[in-house]
């Protein structure tokens, strides 16, 4: 278990902005859809599959500012992906009705990793918070409010 907190901890650690962090997760899965298209003739089940860990970064990797923006980019990042494996007809139309079609069909997958990125950023959430809640009653502001008499 320790060698595994060591890899872990000697990973790298970006902290991407809201924007970064929606750029990140929306090329991977574009690149991922490419990947999918060419190496499994556009499987959605591996699209899916591939979707979640990108999720799970993408809420790791967002700096604490812009918390709340990892569950709002990685549904737009699947359908950006999911341009690229969608079956389509002819035109736009038909391209327009493979995408909606395939957002239904693979809806599972979306909520599925629009929960891992939401669970992940309320965890990251509540143990920021309980930090600078630990910290500011041992910093020097907490000393000195129970040195004043009452």
Partial sequence: MARAVRALRGMPNPRLTGLGGGLFCAAVMLVLGFLDQMLFGASLTVYGVLFLPV?????????????????????IAFAVGLLTVAESGEGV????????????TEAGWLYGG?????????????????????????????????????
């Fill in 55 to 75: 999720c799970l970064l993408t809420a790791l990797w967002v700096r604490r500012g812009d918390l709340l923006t990892a569950p709002v980019v990685v549904p």
């Fill in 93 to 104: 139309g038909g391209r327009l009705m493979g995408l909606v079609t395939a957002l239904a």
């Fill in 114 to 150: 629009t929960l891992v990125a939401g669970s992940t950023v309320l965890v990251r959430r509540v143990r920021m918070l309980r930090r600078r809640r630990a910290a500011g009653a041992a910093g020097p502001t907490g000393a000195a409010r129970s040195r004043t008499p009452a």
